[in-house]
């Protein structure tokens, strides 16, 4: 047993997003995700894409969440999971699903129903200059 204590905790409603965004997107374990469960080493975890309009669970190893995406070294993470946001700091936030924030409901542009498809105002901002230029 190590007496080591870990180096932050992992609470239920954190978002996380992959330490090194880009690589192999699109794989479901590059996706960013919610935690839904923390049960011991295990993580349960709730990926808004992962599956037909609910989104999909799946369950990983605790170790590979970390608090940022740099080590302790001042290195870049290469792999893994970064914390994001949250937990919500009230019940009204809703998730955005572009930035995987947790947002006051004044600050979200388009709300919707289920649970990660909301959009904030600075998303889609960005959104739509992305697409006036086309
Ligand atoms: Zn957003």
Same mark, same amino acid.
């Given at each position: 047993m190590s007496t080591e204590a870990p180096p932050f905790e992992?609470?239920?409603? +954190?978002?996380?997003?992959?330490?090194?965004?880009?690589?192999?997107?699109?794989e479901t374990?590059?996706?960013? @995700?919610?935690?839904?469960?923390?049960?011991?080493?295990?993580?349960?975890?709730?990926?808004p894409t992962g599956g +037909? #309009?609910?989104?999909? @669970?799946?369950?990983?190893?605790?170790?590979?969440?970390?608090?940022?995406?740099?080590?302790?070294?001042?290195?870049? #993470?290469?792999?893994? @999971?970064?914390?994001?946001?949250?937990?919500?700091?009230s019940k009204d936030q809703e998730l955005c699903g572009s930035c995987f924030r947790w947002v006051d409901p004044e600050e979200m542009a388009v709300s919707a129903w289920t649970l990660g498809h909301s959009t904030c105002k600075p998303c889609k901002i960005e959104i739509d200059e992305r697409y006036r230029g086309l």
């Open positions: 992992v609470l239920p409603k +954190q978002t996380y997003v992959p330490c090194k965004t880009g690589y192999l997107w699109g374990r590059h996706k960013p @995700f919610v935690v839904w469960v923390v049960d011991g080493d295990r993580v349960k975890v709730w990926d +037909q #309009r609910m989104g999909g @669970f799946r369950w990983i190893a605790r170790r590979n969440l970390h608090e940022s995406g740099t080590t302790a070294h001042g290195k870049e #993470r290469r792999t893994g @999971f970064r914390l994001r946001c949250g937990p919500p700091t």
